[in-house]
């Protein structure tokens, strides 16, 4: 399986060791998924993006499966209908990594690269993989607009970005003002717990993406 990132001198190597539980995990998947990507995934999208979107980590039978971020389980289906609904890709999203979609001008980052158990990264790890957040951050010269999917991205995200979280609290649509213009934006988390339970719905994503194109062309 080849998948090919858009920043590929910020991308840790396939055999990162940095986190030991996520190393010994992702021996395991290999071990019974050998067909499956099963190492770090790497950012998808546009890298002249004038926005970015900061995700959580790979989900086990999503992206740690196909190699691309939010490709090939329930949270990419809501992810790829929405950015096709604001004109942000092109091609049809058909939960492979070799469907031919593009995005343009968004870019989806991970804050952990690599497949956490039960989808549940330790504070550990998150900032172990930081380093690769900030590294891609840093690669996109255009991108002024980032939504922050989940609290654990929002956190990563202001810490990248120069803000300070007693100043910057999470809040579906919050928006946050870093200290050098560059504006983050909240949003749930598009998983299937979430639109499920109704804490978000396709609307609440929608407004999300919505305002960040406003931004983005102020």
Not at 23 to 48: L, S, T
Not at 95 to 116: E, F, H, Q, Y
Not at 132 to 149: E, H, K, M, Y
Not at 199 to 209: C, H, P, S, Y
Request: charged residues 20%; hydrophobic residues 40%.
């Amino acid at each position: 399986m080849t998948v090919t990132s858009p920043l590929p001198a910020t991308e840790p190597p396939r055999d990162c060791p940095r986190c030991p539980r996520l190393v010994d995990y992702r021996h395991a998947c290999r071990a019974e998924f050998p067909d499956w990507w099963n190492a770090p995934v790497p950012a998808f999208g546009d890298p002249a993006a004038r926005i970015a979107i900061v995700g959580l980590a790979p989900g086990k039978h999503g992206a740690n499966r196909t190699g691309r971020p939010f490709t090939g389980d329930y949270a990419g289906d809501l992810l790829f209908a929405t950015l096709a609904k604001f004109g942000l890709s092109e091609g049809q999203y058909d939960a492979r990594a070799d469907d031919g979609l593009t995005l343009r001008d968004i870019i989806i980052l991970n804050s952990v690269k690599c497949l956490p158990p039960q989808n549940k990264p330790q504070p550990d790890e998150i900032r172990a993989c930081r380093p690769f957040l900030a590294d891609g951050v840093a690669a996109l010269p255009n991108a002024r607009t980032f939504i922050a999917l989940g609290q654990i991205a929002h956190q990563s995200a202001v810490k990248i970005l120069g803000g300070k979280l007693p100043k910057a609290r999470f809040a579906h649509l919050a928006e946050h003002r870093m200290p050098d213009g560059r504006m983050l934006i909240d949003s749930y988390h598009c998983s299937r717990y979430n639109t499920n339970t109704g804490r978000l719905t396709a609307a609440m994503f929608e407004a999300v993406f919505a305002r960040a194109l406003e931004l983005s062309r102020a």
